[in-house]
């Protein structure tokens, strides 16, 4: 009987030490950059909201995807997925306690993301556009930033500052000081636009003699 007990006790220590295994191998897993069904459910509410990835850009949205995905409605969209999705891949055969980790960690990711994309937009809408900017509205931009960067850092403190983010951070108020206009009628878009308005004009004025 003693013996019985020890050979049964052996194996469900042993149990526990590969399941504690399997699991620690999940979390380090690596999966392949934007496979995975919560990647593709990501793109589902992509495709449900006409919003397209630019494959020449690396993936990322430009022009007016950018926009809606600054919208909180899509942003509500796309944080809810990591929990739903979880909920569908869960199995009979994961303990609880393993169940109960993932979906604290889905929820975190959830309300992490959310706050992070919210203060994006906040910060989009104030420099996406070709308006005349107030001191006003630069103090106001330039505090969005600030919180924007210090919620980056507090919530995702293993993740690099990106050029980009550099460049948002520490010269795009300065620009908006200079200049006193959106960041929209600076950029490649804005650019062409002003390109092809002296066009117009000047196939207006083509005729004219020059007296």
């Known amino acids: 009987m003693d013996e019985a007990f020890r050979d049964t006790a052996t194996s469900v220590f042993k149990l526990r030490a590969d399941i504690r295994d399997l699991e620690q191998d999940a979390l380090s897993?690596?999966?392949?950059?934007?496979?995975?069904?919560?990647?593709?459910?990501?793109?589902?509410?992509?495709?449900?909201?006409?919003?397209?990835?630019q494959a020449y850009h690396g993936?990322?949205?430009?022009?007016?995807?950018v926009n809606k995905c600054c919208e909180p409605k899509l942003?509500?969209?796309?944080?809810?997925?990591?929990?739903?999705?979880l909920e569908r891949q869960l199995t009979d055969d994961m303990s609880l306690t393993a169940q109960e980790r993932l979906r604290r960690q889905?929820?975190?990711?959830?309300?992490?993301?959310r706050e992070v994309f919210l203060k994006f937009a906040d910060v989009h809408k104030g420099i996406n556009h070709?308006?005349?900017?107030?001191?006003?509205?630069?103090?106001?931009?330039?505090?969005?930033?600030?919180?924007?960067?210090?919620?980056?850092?507090?919530l995702f403190p293993e993740e690099r500052i990106?050029?980009?983010?550099?460049?948002?951070?520490?010269?795009?108020?300065?620009?908006?000081?200079?200049?006193?206009?959106?960041?929209?009628?600076?950029?490649?878009?804005?650019?062409?636009l002003i390109h092809a308005e002296f066009n117009r004009i000047g196939r207006v004025v083509q005729g004219m003699r020059d007296d």
């Open 29 to 53: 897993a690596k999966l392949t950059y934007a496979t995975g069904p919560i990647a593709s459910a990501l793109d589902r509410v992509l495709h449900d909201h006409k919003v397209q990835r």
């Open 59 to 65: 993936k990322a949205f430009v022009g007016n995807h």
């Open 75 to 85: 942003i509500d969209a796309l944080t809810k997925v990591p929990p739903e999705e």
């Open 106 to 113: 889905a929820f975190q990711h959830r309300a992490h993301f």
């Open 130 to 154: 070709a308006l005349a900017l107030t001191d006003q509205d630069v103090l106001r931009i330039d505090v969005s930033i600030r919180e924007l960067l210090r919620t980056y850092r507090q």
């Open 162 to 192: 990106t050029p980009k983010l550099h460049l948002l951070e520490d010269h795009a108020v300065d620009q908006l000081q200079r200049f006193r206009v959106g960041l929209g009628l600076l950029n490649e878009q804005g650019g062409e």
